[in-house]
């Protein structure tokens, strides 16, 4: 019991104890304490008129009263203060959200569970032509009717953000769900950033045309200087032809990059045949091998899976990336060590890759292989006729593909480069 209420006991026991008194005073005891305990309940019921009428319409001020009614004014005044210091703190926070996404230079727009638009902020207003009076309560698919964008949110897979042209705009959008079935939109503008890649991309395509002319008449004219010159001269024109032969292999690669860079999508409807595939790349490798390592071709199907199961898109892209793999395994296994091209299947997709026994590479290299020029021993690639730009083509390639690249690999064990195509890409 409170100590409140024990006082109220106390007192009400007082109370009727005065009135018990007065009763034998008159001879009317039961008279006396009805009268007083009329009294206790009209007080009592007086005060709790008041209380719903405060509790209707909170003031500043709490009610004057005594007894156990001061204390439950007490209590819930307080609780009404620490509401109203809560709700202004909300408030607050609210407020500065709401400034701050506002000033935002991110298109952001809330939705609710029937993707109907709950907010959105000034960006997003310009950027989807959006106006707070009419569109607040729409649904976003009435707005934004691109059939890309339409199915992007029908799919209901937001791992990877959207690309979208609107208004000559190019326009990247992600959407996160949180909360009970709200989604955040968020988008941003790429125009002048996409338009800076185009003409990088340009750049290096067109640099290196140009370079080919000049390198092409070179070379002529030093193996017409090698066939007419003494064993001394020799040398070092045999070694500007295989400078020249590097820097023609790089632009090759460059111009294949850039290539990759700015083709359309991959046709996913085109089947490739991997058998066929794996089998050029192999035979190409044998030949370029020339005996030095034992190289196998391992196509290993799933017994209950169809034999003619393919992969999709583009054939020659693809046979450029597994060729550029080989390569490597060739070139970073030591004469005599072991080779595998395989291909398998799973209930996930397809797994094609290269396994070596070669010279391998130490853990801290793994993430930055893919990087162009990104080399774990620069004159050891060079030597072999490394341009540091395989593995960027063979992710370039992977990325088109919806396929991802796997690096196992420890120093001195050797490596294994697996491509993994999932089965969502098959299904394409
Ligand atoms: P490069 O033309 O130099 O081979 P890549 O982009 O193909 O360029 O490979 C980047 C680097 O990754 C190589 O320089 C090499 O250090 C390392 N690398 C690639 N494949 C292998 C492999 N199979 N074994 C060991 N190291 C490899």
Request: some cysteine; aromatic content about 10%; charged content about 20%.
């Given at each position: 019991m409170t100590p409140q209420l024990q006082r109220e006991l106390a007192v009400l026991t007082a109370w009727m104890f005065f009135m018990l008194m007065l009763g034998s005073m008159f001879g009317s005891i039961a008279g006396f304490l009805f009268t007083g305990l009329l009294v206790y309940v009209i007080w009592n019921l007086y005060n709790l008129n008041k209380l719903s009428k405060w509790l209707a319409k909170p003031s500043k001020q709490s009610p004057e009263a005594i007894g156990v009614w001061d204390d439950v004014y007490y209590q819930l005044y307080n609780l009404y203060k620490r509401q109203r210091k809560s709700r202004r703190k909300l408030a607050s926070i609210l407020g500065r959200f709401q400034k701050s996404t506002q000033a935002l230079p991110y298109a952001t727009i809330i939705l609710n569970d029937l993707n109907e638009i709950e907010w959105f902020n000034p960006a997003a207003s310009q950027m989807f032509s959006l106006h707070t009076n009419i569109d607040?309560?729409?649904?976003i698919d009435n707005l934004i009717r691109q059939p890309k964008f339409v199915n992007y949110l029908l799919k209901n897979n937001f791992s990877e953000p959207l690309q979208l042209l609107l208004n000559q705009k190019k326009i990247i959008l992600s959407i996160t769900p949180y909360g009970s079935g709200q989604y955040l939109i968020s988008a941003r503008d790429i125009t002048s950033r996409s338009q800076l890649d185009d003409m990088r991309r340009d750049f290096i395509s067109n640099a290196s045309h140009e370079l080919r002319t000049p390198l092409t008449v070179m070379s002529g004219y030093i193996e017409f200087l090698q066939h007419r010159c003494d064993e001394i001269t020799k040398v070092p024109l045999d070694k500007v032809q295989q400078q020249i032969e590097r820097m023609n292999n790089i632009i090759a690669e460059l111009i294949e990059l850039a290539k990759l860079e700015s083709?359309?999508?991959?046709?996913?409807s085109v089947e490739v045949n991997t058998r066929v595939l794996l089998n050029e790349v192999y035979n190409e490798a044998l030949s370029l091998d020339k005996n030095q390592h034992s190289i196998e071709l391992v196509i290993e199907e799933a017994?209950?899976?169809?034999?003619?199961f393919n992969l999709h898109g583009s054939y020659e892209e693809l046979r450029i990336a597994f060729s550029n793999l080989l390569t490597n395994a060739i070139r970073y296994t030591p004469e005599g060590g072991d080779i595998k091209l395989f291909s398998n299947v799973s209930d996930h997709g397809i797994s094609i890759g290269v396994q070596d026994s070669g010279i391998g590479i130490n853990y801290e290299h793994i993430p930055r292989l893919?990087?162009?020029?990104?080399?774990?021993d620069e004159g050891r690639s060079r030597e072999q006729g490394?341009?540091?730009?395989g593995l960027a083509i063979v992710k370039h390639v992977l990325d088109r593909h919806n396929a991802n690249l796997h690096i196992q690999s420890s120093a001195g064990k050797g490596s294994t480069f697996r491509c993994d195509f999932p089965l969502s890409y098959l299904e394409h």
């Amino acid at each position: 019991m409170t100590p409140q209420l024990q006082r109220e006991l106390a007192v009400l026991t007082a109370w009727m104890f005065f009135m018990l008194m007065l009763g034998s005073m008159f001879g009317s005891i039961a008279g006396f304490l009805f009268t007083g305990l009329l009294v206790y309940v009209i007080w009592n019921l007086y005060n709790l008129n008041k209380l719903s009428k405060w509790l209707a319409k909170p003031s500043k001020q709490s009610p004057e009263a005594i007894g156990v009614w001061d204390d439950v004014y007490y209590q819930l005044y307080n609780l009404y203060k620490r509401q109203r210091k809560s709700r202004r703190k909300l408030a607050s926070i609210l407020g500065r959200f709401q400034k701050s996404t506002q000033a935002l230079p991110y298109a952001t727009i809330i939705l609710n569970d029937l993707n109907e638009i709950e907010w959105f902020n000034p960006a997003a207003s310009q950027m989807f032509s959006l106006h707070t009076n009419i569109d607040i309560g729409q649904r976003i698919d009435n707005l934004i009717r691109q059939p890309k964008f339409v199915n992007y949110l029908l799919k209901n897979n937001f791992s990877e953000p959207l690309q979208l042209l609107l208004n000559q705009k190019k326009i990247i959008l992600s959407i996160t769900p949180y909360g009970s079935g709200q989604y955040l939109i968020s988008a941003r503008d790429i125009t002048s950033r996409s338009q800076l890649d185009d003409m990088r991309r340009d750049f290096i395509s067109n640099a290196s045309h140009e370079l080919r002319t000049p390198l092409t008449v070179m070379s002529g004219y030093i193996e017409f200087l090698q066939h007419r010159c003494d064993e001394i001269t020799k040398v070092p024109l045999d070694k500007v032809q295989q400078q020249i032969e590097r820097m023609n292999n790089i632009i090759a690669e460059l111009i294949e990059l850039a290539k990759l860079e700015s083709a359309t999508a991959v046709d996913y409807s085109v089947e490739v045949n991997t058998r066929v595939l794996l089998n050029e790349v192999y035979n190409e490798a044998l030949s370029l091998d020339k005996n030095q390592h034992s190289i196998e071709l391992v196509i290993e199907e799933a017994p209950d899976t169809n034999p003619a199961f393919n992969l999709h898109g583009s054939y020659e892209e693809l046979r450029i990336a597994f060729s550029n793999l080989l390569t490597n395994a060739i070139r970073y296994t030591p004469e005599g060590g072991d080779i595998k091209l395989f291909s398998n299947v799973s209930d996930h997709g397809i797994s094609i890759g290269v396994q070596d026994s070669g010279i391998g590479i130490n853990y801290e290299h793994i993430p930055r292989l893919t990087e162009r020029f990104y080399r774990v021993d620069e004159g050891r690639s060079r030597e072999q006729g490394g341009t540091g730009l395989g593995l960027a083509i063979v992710k370039h390639v992977l990325d088109r593909h919806n396929a991802n690249l796997h690096i196992q690999s420890s120093a001195g064990k050797g490596s294994t480069f697996r491509c993994d195509f999932p089965l969502s890409y098959l299904e394409h």
